[in-house]
């Protein structure tokens, strides 16, 4: 690979961008515009720099005899294994416009169900992050000075001591420099447990088990998984490979790890909604009865369709469920450092003022 075709594979373009892309291109197809003049046309219309950058290659790559699919894997980061296995089946098919609608479609729905979770997690996030900024702006200015005046500390009440040892800790460079190291070495082990297939299952499977993100996680890499699968399947791939890249893009290391078995059942002829009824822990009843409605009506992409609306429809009430919880526990957590700090300094005053009574 060339330094060139380096750069162009660590580009990123936002989803929303990439999205509008295919609506786009979708809506000029339709229109009967060839895909080298809709491709230049989009090139010239595109308001971010990268999008413009990634359109303009591939109108030059298109023009020079690339197929459009071949292209596209060019940039990896941005169009992801459905995108490109999608694509290429649409090329080869003669149904490239079905393919665009039904990725603009499945962007869409993805994009929306992603919005109400970064939605859902912001307000919590600020407050939380304004609550420790102040709290560490407290330890910095106002805390040292109070601090100052207690001669003796080993007479001082145990969560006092705790708070100047974080009091000094926090005023002293090493011990910034310890915090960030410790933050550093966790950041590092995350991201090595979540690069390692097994560690990051184990992971996954450990946060399934909480209380209310567990289910959140459930349902949503359950609407991730159909709605990809049914977008496959409504323009003509293969079960097997659809749900190989299904799994994929679920964001669910369970069921990318399942779909081995998955696979291989459907090749020695089991039907697949068998194959999942023989996990009813990672399957649910409804995804395995509607998707056995949609094999034997011979409209597996329909059933899969209604699945991922279903539990679309779910994530969306355990969100509500996520965000009417957050707002108390965010509370209680900012109500537990206040307190602790007050509770910190008031005891050591009011002996000193039983002293002096």
Not at 86 to 107: C, K, P, V
Not at 281 to 290: A, E, F, R, S
Request: glycine letters at 8%; a neutral charge.
């Amino acid at each position: 690979m060339t330094t060139s075709e380096q750069r162009l594979a660590r580009i990123r373009v936002s989803p929303v961008n990439v999205h509008l892309f295919t609506q786009q291109l979708a809506v000029m197809l339709a229109a009967g515009i060839s895909l080298t003049r809709a491709l230049e046309t989009l090139a010239g219309a595109q308001h971010d720099k990268r999008m413009a950058l990634v359109t303009e290659t591939l109108v030059r790559k298109v023009c020079e005899g690339t197929t459009f699919s071949r292209a596209l894997s060019a940039f990896p980061a941005i169009f992801s294994p459905v995108y490109l296995a999608m694509i290429e089946l649409g090329e080869s098919t003669g149904a490239l416009l079905q393919a665009l609608e039904q990725l603009s479609d499945w962007q869409r729905r993805d994009g929306q169900t992603m919005q109400k979770v970064v939605s859902a997690l912001t307000y919590p996030t600020i407050v939380v992050g304004l609550t420790l900024v102040m709290t560490f702006a407290l330890f910095n200015s106002v805390l040292p000075v109070f601090i100052q005046n207690f001669s003796n500390p080993s007479e001082l009440p145990l969560v006092t001591r705790g708070l100047l040892f974080v009091t000094r800790a926090l005023s002293n460079p090493g011990g910034w420099l310890a915090l960030l190291g410790l933050l550093a070495t966790l950041l590092f082990l995350a991201q090595d447990a979540w690069s390692d297939p097994p560690k990051r299952l184990l992971v996954y499977e450990v946060l399934l088990n909480v209380p209310v993100l567990g289910g959140l996680l459930k349902s949503a890499s359950t609407a991730r998984m159909c709605a990809s699968l049914a977008a496959m399947v409504s323009v003509g791939m293969g079960l097997l490979a659809g749900v190989r890249l299904a799994a994929r893009v679920s964001g669910s290391p369970v069921f990318e790890h399942d779909s081995r078995r998955v696979v291989e059942k459907v090749k020695a002829g089991e039907s697949l909604a068998d194959c999942m009824q023989e996990r009813r822990d990672l399957y649910p009843p409804t995804m395995v009865n509607l998707t056995r409605a949609g094999e034997e009506s011979g409209r597996l992409g329909q059933g899969l369709e209604k699945v991922a609306y279903f539990y679309e429809q779910e994530t969306e009430y355990r969100l509500e469920a996520l965000s009417a919880l957050i707002g108390p526990v965010v509370l209680a957590f900012v109500a537990l450092i206040v307190g602790a700090v007050l509770v910190s300094v008031l005891l050591p005053l009011y002996g000193m003022l039983s002293k002096l009574a």
